[in-house]
């Protein structure tokens, strides 16, 4: 049984385009331990689906992808009429609106309920009769759709195997020695307003610190990243782990000649967490400001965060020369032109103390407040067109985004996008070639302990003995000839 995963994602947006696709391959590493009779490939575009002639297909979606999605799943039906599987955020919100297209929706976690449908399908009974026993998932019955709860989640994260990133073979943009993006837990301890990681996940697990540790040496051993990227929504949200992970770090090197990347919340920007940072190559750090006015913040429930602690971050990472990016969001229904534009002051005063910076339209996403919120007022509905939620400045239609934005003109909340579209552009050029720089220096300090290294070795009695063998080797050699 040949079982294809493929993730949905926008050719022409380099970031979607680049990353592998990590929740699949948890899926994909987990189905290899406990079914290694199903073949599991995870392809990277609709071409080489076609290729691996699946018996099942499983598809992963955002909600802005997901018109993709339906158009990628008719058109499998059509050639294969075989199975198809859907997993993500989307249909997690919304598993009333399972697409004909589509047999089966899986609502959450995906391991655990993608291994009983793959039991099922050996059976070859992926029918209603036998779905209604499995929780988490929504199917087609008949004429309705018929929803069986949310996933059970996995309460040991320990028990999956490590991710293979065999799996992905080097065919998304961001190869395995550049930069290995790594999760440590699921979930985050926050319930901002516009974001569905809590609906997704419920709350906050976490693998071990040994696990992760684990996970660590493995990859740095096998890959030889120059980048290891915590994609974590929040991998500092329990301070108390991160210095245990930290201090495993520390005294087993792994820090040595690699650099790190996390995300981090502006409360927990401290002096205390900067060393650590500092100390072991945390060099770059994402920080979600969101907005830098605090009716803004208040209303998209940002606790913990304010204007001064948005400022004191930044001076924090510019004190211990971290590389610092910011994410900013416009058009709350309550924000002002005057509120954007204290955003916007606010990403210009410190564009020198910025090396990454991004805004973007507020998104109503579902299964958010804020998407309750749009639907109420008519902005949205279930049989929009999702497409129109993805945000790219260069081909955006003020007149087709779902603005949510009561107090602004349609001409000022554009100004406002365009304003921040050119000031972040400089940011990020800027920041583009200090990373470039900082890449070219670590290189040449790895070059310089590793000619180090050398010497000492050629100093050693072990390589003197070496030498000594090879010439009489040699000598040997030339004297039987």
Not at 101 to 121: H, N, Y
Not at 216 to 233: A, N, S
Not at 424 to 443: A, D, M, R
């Amino acid at each position: 049984m040949k079982f294809t995963l493929i993730n949905t994602y926008f050719k022409d947006d380099p970031y979607q385009a680049s990353l592998p696709p990590l929740g699949l391959g948890y899926i994909a590493s987990f189905l290899k331990r406990e079914m290694p009779e199903v073949e599991v490939n995870i392809a990277f575009d609709y071409d080489e689906l076609l290729s691996d002639k699946p018996d099942i297909i499983g598809i992963s979606s955002a909600t802005e992808n997901f018109d993709d999605a339906i158009m990628l799943a008719k058109k499998a039906k059509e050639k294969f009429d075989v199975p198809i599987i859907v997993g993500g955020l989307h249909i997690i919100a919304l598993p009333h609106t399972l697409p004909d297209s589509i047999d089966i929706g899986v609502l959450g976690e995906g391991e655990e309920v993608t291994l009983q449908l793959m039991r099922l399908a050996k059976k070859s009974q992926l029918k209603p009769e036998f779905l209604k026993d499995i929780q988490g998932i929504c199917y087609h019955d008949n004429d309705k759709i018929a929803v069986n709860g949310s996933t059970l989640l996995i309460q040991n994260l320990d028990d999956l195997p490590l991710l293979d990133r065999d799996l992905f073979q080097n065919k998304w943009r961001m190869k395995n020695n550049e930069q290995v993006h790594l999760i440590s837990s699921r979930g985050c301890p926050y319930k901002c307003t516009f974001c569905i990681s809590s609906k997704s996940w419920f709350k906050l697990r976490c693998f071990s610190p040994e696990y992760v540790i684990n996970e660590l040496e493995y990859v740095l051993k096998k890959y030889h990243p120059e980048e290891i990227y915590f994609f974590d929504d929040l991998f500092i949200a329990n301070s108390k782990r991160f210095k245990t992970i930290a201090k495993m770090i520390k005294d087993k090197n792994l820090h040595k000649g690699i650099t790190f990347r996390c995300y981090s919340r502006v409360n927990l920007m401290t002096d205390e967490m900067c060393e650590i940072f500092k100390e072991l190559n945390f060099k770059y750090i994402d920080i979600g400001f969101e907005s830098n006015s605090q009716k803004i913040l208040n209303y998209y429930q940002k606790t913990d965060a304010t204007p001064e602690l948005n400022q004191k971050a930044v001076d924090m990472a510019a004190k211990y020369n971290i590389s610092l990016g910011g994410n900013f969001i416009a058009g709350a229904p309550i924000e002002t032109y005057e509120d954007m534009l204290e955003t916007l002051n606010f990403i210009e005063r410190n564009q020198d103390k910025l090396d990454r910076s991004g805004l973007g339209p507020l998104q109503p996403l579902p299964g958010t407040p804020i998407w309750d919120y749009a639907l109420e007022k008519g902005i949205v509905s279930e049989n929009m067109r999702w497409r129109s939620l993805h945000y790219d400045f260069q081909n955006f239609d003020v007149n087709q985004y779902p603005i949510l934005a009561e107090k602004v003109t349609k001409e000022e909340f554009y100004n406002v996008l365009k304003l921040s579209h050119y000031l972040n552009g400089k940011i990020n050029w800027v920041g583009f070639n200090k990373k470039i720089y900082y890449e070219l220096n670590v290189k040449n300090e790895k070059m310089k302990n590793l000619e180090t290294e050398l010497r000492e070795i050629k100093k050693s009695k072990s390589y003197k003995f070496a030498s000594m063998l090879s010439r009489l080797k040699k000598l040997v050699i030339k004297n039987t000839k």
